[in-house]
C-alpha cells in the first residue's frame, strides 16, 4: 500500500499512530507568511487602542520576575524576593507580580520567604534550558522543586527529538514530568525561534498540549531567537483550537526578547484578538520579562524608576 505527500513521491503508507491523529485534527499545515501578514494587521489597527494605563497596570501584575544567571545564590535571590515583598507597601496601588522565577535549588528560599499573597513561587526545571538529560534526572528534579514549594514549574519541550520526528518522546517525557508536577501548573516552553516554522510550532503547541502542559511558552530566552509576535499569534491560535476541541483553556507566556512596553503591549494584544478577554487574566496571560517592572513602573510614574 502506498500513498502520496506533496513531493509527489509515493512512499510506503504506515499506519497512523495516537500523535500523528491528534495532530491530524488541527491544521498545522500553515504559511509563515500568511502569518505574517496576519500579525502586520494586528500591530497596525489594534495595539494603540490598548496603549493604556489600565492595560499596563494589567501587564505588571502579569509579569514573571525572573533570575536564572550563574551567579544566583541564596543571597541574591533573597534580596529578589525582599524586593516584591517591600513593593507591596511601596506601591499600594499596583498589582504585585505574579511570579518570582528561580532555579529549583532555590525553591525551598523563595517559598518560604514570600510574604506577598499571590505571587507563585515558581522554578524552571528538567534540565533548563537545553532539556538535554534523562528522563529520570528531569523528573527527579521536577518532584523535588514541587516538594521544596513551587507553585508553578517551566520545563522545555525536547526540541531536538522533536525536529526529529519522534513525538513519542516528546510527549511522554512531557506527560511523566506533568506527572511529577501533581497539581501544580506546568508550562512547556517550545522554544519557538530553533523550531523553524509557524507549521512547527503549530504542532509543537499541539503535542505539548496534548501531552499535558498547562501553559505553552515561547522561549527560554537563552537562544538566538526568542518570542516573535509571529509564534504567539500561531501559540494562541493552537490555544483556542484546542479549547475549542477539548474544552481545556490553556494559558500563554511570551519570552525572552520582550524590551520594552509597546513589546508587551503588542503580545497583550494578540491574546486580545485571538484568544479574548478570557484569557486576559494574570493566571492565564504571562510575560516572562524582568525588565519589564520597571518600564512599565516608569511610564505610570511618569519619571524613570529603577525598583527591581
Not at 521544596?148 to 518522546?169: K, P
Not at 526568542?226 to 474544552?247: H, L, R
Request: charged fraction near 25%.
Amino acid at each position: 500500500m502506498t500513498n502520496h505527500c506533496n513531493c509527489g513521491h509515493e512512499h510506503n503508507a504506515h499506519p497512523i499512530n495516537k500523535y500523528e491523529e491528534a495532530l491530524a485534527k488541527y491544521n498545522c499545515n500553515i504559511s509563515d507568511d500568511e502569518v505574517k501578514a496576519a500579525v502586520k494587521k494586528i500591530i497596525e489597527e489594534k495595539v494603540s487602542q490598548n496603549d493604556t494605563p489600565e492595560v499596563k497596570k494589567f501587564m505588571f501584575g502579569s509579569i514573571c520576575l525572573t533570575t536564572l544567571t550563574t551567579l544566583d545564590s541564596d543571597e541574591s535571590v533573597l534580596k529578589l524576593v525582599e524586593k516584591v515583598n517591600q513593593f507591596a507597601n511601596d506601591y499600594p496601588y499596583m498589582p504585585h507580580v505574579a511570579t518570582v522565577v528561580t532555579y529549583p535549588r532555590f525553591a525551598k528560599l523563595v517559598a518560604e520567604s514570600l510574604e506577598v499573597e499571590g505571587v507563585i513561587p515558581t522554578v524552571v526545571s528538567g534540565a533548563f534550558p537545553s532539556s538535554q538529560a534523562t528522563i529520570e534526572i528531569k523528573v527527579a528534579e521536577t518532584a523535588l522543586a514541587v516538594k521544596d514549594g513551587a507553585e508553578n514549574v517551566d520545563i522545555v519541550m525536547h526540541v531536538g527529538q522533536f525536529l526529529s520526528g519522534d513525538y513519542e518522546t516528546v510527549c511522554d517525557e512531557i506527560s511523566e514530568m506533568k506527572a511529577a508536577c501533581g497539581d501544580v501548573p506546568m508550562k512547556v516552553i517550545l522554544e519557538t525561534g530553533d523550531l523553524g516554522s509557524a507549521s512547527n510550532i503549530k504542532k509543537a503547541s499541539i503535542l505539548s498540549m496534548y501531552a499535558g502542559a498547562d501553559y505553552i511558552k515561547t522561549s527560554t530566552g537563552k537562544e538566538k531567537i526568542s518570542a516573535t509576535p509571529e509564534a504567539a499569534y500561531v501559540m494562541c491560535q493552537a490555544i483556542k483550537e484546542y479549547f475549542d476541541e477539548t474544552g481545556i483553556r490553556v494559558g500563554f507566556k511570551p519570552a525572552g526578547g520582550i524590551n520594552s512596553v509597546m513589546d508587551a503591549l503588542t503580545y497583550y494584544t494578540i491574546v486580545k484578538e485571538v484568544l479574548g478577554e478570557e484569557w486576559l487574566t494574570n493566571y492565564y496571560f504571562r510575560l516572562g520579562t524582568s525588565r519589564l517592572a520597571n518600564l512599565l513602573l516608569s511610564e505610570l510614574e511618569g519619571k524613570e524608576v529603577k525598583y527591581f
